[in-house]
C-alpha cells in the first residue's frame, strides 16, 4: 500500500473520531485564555449556537441563491446588519465572503474592473500603508495588479497621507487604510484619506476586517475612536469579519460597498462554457451553507447588549494591558491602540522581543513575534479575545518577569555568534536551492514539520534577513511543510 492510499474499508464512526480527538492533543491550547490570536471565544453557548446553525446548513450550497433561498436570506440578513452598524446609506450593498482575505480580494477586483471599466485604465494599480494586512499584497499577487506601499509615521503607525498623495497617478484605482491595523491596532486618518479619494477620484477602502464591528461599541463606552466608517466621505468599501470581534465559526466575513455600481465589478459571471450558467458574487463557487447560517444566528443570539458587555470586557482588559506594559521598565505600547490590540516594543538596547516570547511560552503563554521591517521594529503582539478576559494580571507579572530574565541574559551573550545568520550571509538569496534552505533552518531546529522548543532563533534568523529573503526561506519552508 502506497504511503496515501485510500483504506480499502473504512473505520468505524468511533475509531475515526477517536483518531481526530486524539490529533487535537498537538495544536494551540487556547481554552484556558494563556494563547492569544487564532480564536475568539465568548461563550460555549454562544459557540454551541454557532455549531448546531453551522451543522443544520453544512450540505447546503450557496452555489445557487436562487434554489437555496434560506441562504440568501441569511447573505442579506448578515449584510444588512453589517451596513446599519458601519453608518451606510440608502443603496449600499454587500456580500457574504469566508474571511478577511477573501472580502479584500472581492473589493480589489471590483476596484480594479471598475478603473478599467469606467475609467479606462488598462492597468490599474493600489496603494496601501506599509501597515494594510497582506491580504492587500495577496489581492494584488493574484489579481496582477501593481502594489505601491507608503511608509507609516514611525510614531504612531498611522498611514502617512502625503505619502499616499505622492504615489497616488493616473493609473490608480483604490487607496487603503485600516481601522483597525493588526500589527499595531491604530486607526488611519480615514477622514484625511477619504479627502484625498475624491480630490483624486480613487476609491477607497477602508479593512475593518478586524476592528469594524468592535470598534463602534469601543466608541459607546467612551473610547477615542476615529471616523472610519460609511459616515466618512469617501470611504466607498469596508471589509468586516464576523469570525473574528463577532464571534461566529469560520469562513464569515462581509465586504460592503457604498455603491452597487461599483459592486456590479466584484460579480463573475460565465455563460461561455457547456455547462450550467455560473454567477459568483464572491471569489468562493460551491461552499457551504454552514458560515453563513452560522453567522446569522450567531449576530442574532448574541444581541447588541451582550456585544456591548462582552466590548466592556475586553476594553477593561486591555487597559490592563497597556497600563501593565507601561509600568515595566524598558518596555512600551506602540502607537496608540484603539481596541483590544497591542504590539509591546522593547527600548533601546533591550534584549531581543523574540527571547521575551520564548520565556513567556515557557511561562505557559502563547504570543505572536512580529519581525522588524525598515523602520519598524520587531515587538510583541497581543490580539485579545473574550477567553483572555480575566488572565492579564498574570499575563503582566510573567511579562515582567520574563523581560527581566532576558534582559540578564542578554547581558551575558553580548556579541553573540548567530552560524544561521552567518550562513545565509552573502547568499544569493534569488537562486539559493531549497536543500541550502533546508541546512539553514535545520540550523535553527527546524527539521521537516517539527519545530525546536524555542522560536527565537528562527526568529532572528528571519528578522536579519531582506523581507524577499524571508519570503523566499518561507516559500521553501511551506513547500516542505506540506509533504503530500
Ligand atoms: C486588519 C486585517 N485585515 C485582514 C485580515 C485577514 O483576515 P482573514 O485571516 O480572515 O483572511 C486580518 C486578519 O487578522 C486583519 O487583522
Same mark, same amino acid.
Given at each position: /500500500?502506497?504511503?496515501g492510499a485510500l483504506?480499502e474499508t473504512g473505520?468505524?464512526?468511533d475509531?475515526?473520531m477517536g483518531?481526530?480527538e486524539g490529533?487535537?492533543?498537538e495544536d494551540?491550547?487556547?481554552?484556558?485564555?494563556?494563547?492569544?490570536?487564532?480564536?475568539y471565544?465568548?461563550?460555549?453557548d454562544?459557540?454551541?449556537? &454557532?455549531?448546531e446553525a453551522?451543522?443544520?446548513y453544512?450540505?447546503e450550497?450557496?452555489l445557487?441563491p436562487?434554489v437555496?433561498k434560506?441562504l440568501?436570506?441569511f447573505?442579506?440578513?448578515?449584510?444588512?446588519?453589517g451596513?446599519?452598524?458601519?453608518?451606510?446609506p440608502?443603496?449600499?450593498?454587500g456580500?457574504?465572503?469566508?474571511?478577511?482575505t477573501e472580502?479584500?480580494?472581492c #473589493?480589489?477586483?471590483?476596484?480594479?474592473?471598475y478603473?478599467?471599466?469606467?475609467r &479606462?485604465?488598462?492597468?490599474?494599480?493600489i496603494?496601501i500603508?506599509?501597515? #494594510?494586512h497582506a491580504?492587500?499584497?495577496k489581492a494584488?499577487h493574484?489579481?496582477d495588479?501593481e502594489c505601491?506601499?507608503a511608509p507609516? =509615521?514611525?510614531?504612531?503607525?498611522?498611514a502617512?497621507?502625503?505619502a499616499?498623495?505622492?504615489l497616488i497617478?493616473?493609473? $490608480?484605482?483604490?487607496i487603503?487604510?485600516?481601522a483597525?491595523?493588526?500589527?499595531h491596532?491604530v486607526?488611519? *486618518?480615514i477622514?484625511?484619506?477619504?479627502?484625498?479619494?475624491?480630490e483624486r477620484?480613487? %476609491?477607497l477602502h477602508? =479593512?475593518g476586517?478586524?476592528?469594524?464591528? @468592535?470598534?463602534?461599541y469601543f466608541?459607546?463606552? &467612551?473610547?477615542?475612536v476615529e471616523?472610519?466608517?460609511f459616515?466618512?466621505?469617501g470611504?466607498?468599501?469596508?471589509?468586516?469579519?464576523y469570525h473574528k +470581534?463577532? +464571534? !461566529? *465559526?469560520?469562513?464569515?466575513?462581509v465586504?460592503l +460597498?457604498?455603491d452597487a455600481?461599483?459592486?456590479?465589478?466584484q460579480?463573475?459571471? !460565465?455563460?461561455?462554457?457547456s455547462?450550467?450558467?455560473?454567477v459568483?458574487?464572491?471569489?468562493?463557487?460551491s461552499?457551504?451553507g454552514g *458560515?453563513?447560517?452560522?453567522?446569522?444566528?450567531?449576530?442574532?443570539?448574541?444581541?447588541?447588549?451582550?456585544?456591548l458587555?462582552?466590548a466592556?470586557?475586553?476594553?477593561?482588559?486591555t487597559?490592563?494591558?497597556?497600563?501593565g506594559?507601561e509600568?515595566? =521598565? &524598558?518596555?512600551h505600547?506602540?502607537?496608540? *491602540?484603539?481596541?483590544? %490590540?497591542v504590539?509591546?516594543?522593547i527600548?533601546?538596547g533591550?534584549?531581543s522581543?523574540?527571547d521575551v516570547?520564548?520565556?513567556?511560552?515557557?511561562l505557559?503563554w502563547?504570543v505572536?513575534p512580529q519581525l522588524?521591517?525598515g523602520?519598524?521594529?520587531a515587538n510583541?503582539?497581543?490580539?485579545? #479575545?473574550?477567553?483572555n478576559v480575566g488572565r /492579564?494580571?498574570?499575563?503582566?507579572?510573567?511579562?515582567a518577569?520574563?523581560y527581566?530574565?532576558?534582559?540578564e541574559?542578554a547581558s551575558?551573550?553580548?556579541?553573540?555568534?548567530?552560524?544561521a545568520?552567518?550562513m545565509?550571509n552573502g @547568499?544569493d538569496?534569488?537562486?539559493?536551492?531549497a536543500?541550502t534552505i533546508s541546512e539553514?533552518l535545520?540550523?535553527?531546529?527546524?527539521?521537516?514539520?517539527?519545530?525546536?522548543e524555542?522560536m527565537?532563533p528562527?526568529?532572528? %534568523?528571519?528578522?536579519?534577513m531582506?523581507t524577499d529573503a524571508?519570503?523566499?526561506?518561507l $516559500?521553501a519552508y511551506f513547500?516542505a @511543510?506540506y509533504?503530500?
Open positions: /500500500m502506497t504511503k483504506r473505520l468505524s464512526h475509531e475515526i483518531e481526530l490529533l487535537k492533543a494551540l491550547k487556547w481554552r484556558g485564555g494563556s494563547a492569544f490570536s487564532y480564536v471565544h465568548a461563550g460555549d454562544i459557540e454551541r449556537v &454557532g455549531k453551522y451543522m443544520m453544512l450540505s450550497n450557496g445557487d436562487t437555496f434560506s440568501l436570506k447573505d442579506t440578513g448578515v449584510v444588512a446588519i451596513l446599519e452598524h458601519l453608518n451606510a440608502e443603496g449600499a450593498v456580500n457574504f465572503t469566508s474571511g478577511g472580502s479584500i480580494i #473589493a480589489v477586483k471590483a476596484a480594479r474592473n478603473a478599467r471599466k469606467v &479606462g485604465i488598462a492597468e490599474p494599480n496603494i500603508p506599509v501597515t #494594510a491580504a492587500f499584497h494584488a493574484y489579481l495588479m505601491r506601499i507609516v =509615521d514611525t510614531t504612531s503607525f498611522k502617512d497621507v502625503d499616499m498623495a505622492a497617478d493616473e493609473n $490608480t484605482a483604490l487603503v487604510g485600516s483597525a491595523s493588526y500589527a491596532g486607526i488611519d *486618518p477622514t484625511e484619506l477619504g479627502q484625498l479619494a475624491l477620484g480613487v %476609491l477602508v =479593512d476586517c478586524i476592528g469594524a464591528w @468592535l470598534l463602534p466608541a459607546r463606552l &467612551g473610547g477615542t471616523p472610519f466608517d459616515s466618512v466621505p470611504v466607498t468599501s469596508i471589509s468586516m469579519d +470581534y463577532a +464571534y !461566529c *465559526p469560520k469562513g464569515a466575513s465586504v +460597498y457604498r455600481a461599483v459592486r456590479h465589478h460579480i463573475f459571471s !460565465c455563460a461561455d462554457w455547462g450550467y450558467t455560473v459568483n458574487a464572491v471569489v468562493q463557487s461552499r457551504s *458560515p453563513m447560517a452560522a453567522a446569522y444566528a450567531v449576530l442574532n443570539y448574541v444581541g447588541d447588549e451582550r456585544y458587555d462582552i466592556r470586557q475586553l476594553k477593561k482588559e487597559e490592563i494591558v497597556i497600563e506594559v509600568s515595566i =521598565d &524598558g518596555l505600547i506602540m502607537g496608540e *491602540p484603539r481596541m483590544s %490590540l504590539a509591546i516594543g527600548d533601546e533591550g534584549p522581543p523574540f516570547a520564548d520565556l513567556m511560552t515557557e505557559g502563547h505572536q522588524s521591517m523602520d519598524y521594529p510583541i503582539h497581543l490580539t485579545i #479575545a473574550p477567553q /492579564m494580571e498574570d499575563f503582566i507579572d510573567d511579562l518577569d520574563a527581566d530574565r532576558a534582559d541574559a551575558k551573550k553580548k556579541g553573540g555568534f548567530n552560524p545568520a552567518a545565509i @547568499l538569496m534569488a537562486s539559493i536551492d536543500s539553514i535545520k540550523m535553527v531546529g527546524v527539521n521537516g514539520s517539527s519545530m525546536p524555542k527565537g528562527i526568529h532572528s %534568523l528571519l528578522d536579519s531582506p524571508r519570503n523566499h526561506v $516559500t513547500n @511543510l509533504t503530500s
